[in-house]
């Protein structure tokens, strides 16, 4: 089923949309009134210095964006390029509550789903280094995590993409 279908018979379901994507063996969803875009994967410009998990850079609609693997970011294991590996175009609140996007690189991310928000369940094994990782719900297809977008990367961090992005569009 094509993903236009799957939104299409997504819509017809109970609870909040959510884009399904995998990190190893085990799937993931991601509310989609944080998604800008989804694309096939690109060639991005590398960003020196950056952490081995920042893919590079690339323009979306004129703006330069950072684009974080998030497979290498959660298990230090880059996302493989499959037909399935997407380039998600998400938006988010900075620290100073400006509204600013950021690429995710995504693997099998072609399905998605309606899952009941009082469905979601607190991880009893939240790690201090991932506050991304939020809450699991349990479906027929298997359990299910919640990653949030806002608690993606840390504020040192968003210092250093946003203004390495900034940098390298003015030199060039």
Not at 35 to 56: M, R, T
Not at 57 to 72: A, K, N, Q, T, Y
Request: proline fraction near 7%.
């Amino acid at each position: 089923m094509s993903l236009r279908a799957n939104y299409q018979h997504a819509r017809r379901q109970q609870g909040e949309l959510y884009l399904l994507f995998s990190l190893g063996d085990d799937r993931y969803a991601l509310d989609v009134h944080s998604i800008s875009a989804v694309l096939p994967l690109q060639q991005f410009k590398q960003i020196p210095d950056a952490p081995n998990w920042v893919s590079g850079l690339f323009v979306f609609r004129g703006e330069p964006l950072p684009v974080i693997d998030l497979c290498h970011l959660a298990l230090s294991i880059p996302a493989q390029k499959r037909a399935s590996t997407r380039l998600v175009v998400v938006k988010y609140l900075s620290a100073g509550g400006q509204p600013v996007q950021l690429g995710l690189i995504l693997e099998q991310a072609t399905d998605t789903q309606r899952l009941l928000g009082d469905g979601f369940r607190p991880n009893p094994l939240q790690n201090p280094l991932t506050p991304y990782l939020g809450m699991v719900q349990q479906t027929p297809q298997g359990m299910v995590q919640r990653i949030s977008v806002e608690q993606l990367l840390t504020d040192e961090v968003r210092a250093l993409l946003l203004r390495n992005a900034v940098d390298d569009c003015a030199h060039g």
